[in-house]
């Protein structure tokens, strides 16, 4: 079965504060891993999508990184509006549109 | 362009009740997709269609009916509400199968 899992649950980082967030996932051929944003009351926001191990994408103050068995989200010095909720997903090639997505880190950066 | 809309944002519903949830984007996209988000729990798939007239299960179809009669709209039909309903829902498009966009989410009670 198709697991993601996100930690930490959720994270509180001074202004400038670099960190880390962690994606975990288990499926049977991994087709596209995808990260997005998603703020209080709101639909998530696209963010990146990795296709290999190795691979690394970066926005801004943002770097997705991605092996055989996790994906980090990387936040080099933080701003509080970067502060939402960070999500997870995994797609498999055999399942076409079954994404399986993870329960999200919150993040909130104080100033 | 509008992206994903979706009607209502705010529904109260007594058990048993019958609704539809709206859900339409103006972004020409053949995927569309229906999710639940329940705390603590990722997003959930519940029906997703690939193209007009094509329809299929997800995670937790069970209470729910979609169909897809034009490319623009993608409504979910709740035939008899439970209180295990109760939950935001959100409708999801992409163009490629991929990224998706996701609409407001509307925020369903059902007492």
């Known amino acids: 079965e198709d697991q993601v899992t996100q930690s930490p649950e959720a994270l509180r980082l001074q202004e400038g504060e670099s960190s880390s967030l962690n994606c975990s996932y288990t499926?049977?051929?991994?087709?596209?891993l995808f990260w997005y944003r998603q703020d209080p009351g709101k639909g998530p926001e696209f963010l990146f999508t990795?296709?290999?191990a190795g691979e690394e994408k970066e926005k801004e103050r943002l770097k997705a990184t991605l092996t055989k068995k996790e994906s980090f989200l990387h936040i080099t010095a933080p701003k509080p509006e970067d502060s939402a909720t960070y999500l997870c997903?995994?797609?498999?090639?055999?399942?076409?549109?079954?994404?399986?997505f993870g329960p999200g880190t919150r993040l909130s950066v104080l100033p | 362009n509008a992206g994903v809309t979706q009607t209502p944002k705010f529904q109260v519903l007594k058990t048993g009740q019958s609704m539809t949830l709206q859900c339409a984007q103006d972004?020409?996209?053949?995927?569309m997709s229906w999710y639940r988000q329940d705390p603590g729990m990722g997003l959930r798939l519940i029906h997703y269609?690939?193209?007009?007239?094509?329809?299929d299960q997800g995670e937790v179809p069970n209470g729910y009916n979609v169909s897809r009669s034009t490319t623009e709209d993608f409504p979910l039909r709740l035939l008899s509400a439970a209180p295990s309903q109760t939950s935001v829902y959100f409708c999801?498009?992409?163009?490629?199968?991929?990224?998706?966009?996701f609409g407001p989410g509307t925020r369903l009670t059902v007492l």
């Open positions: 997903a995994v797609q498999a090639r055999n399942y076409g549109q079954n994404f399986v």
């Open positions: 990795l296709y290999s």
């Open positions: 499926v049977s051929g991994l087709r596209g």
């Open positions: 972004m020409n996209h053949e995927y």
């Open positions: 999801a498009s992409s163009s490629q199968g991929d990224e998706q966009f």
């Open positions: 269609s690939v193209g007009a007239g094509i329809t």
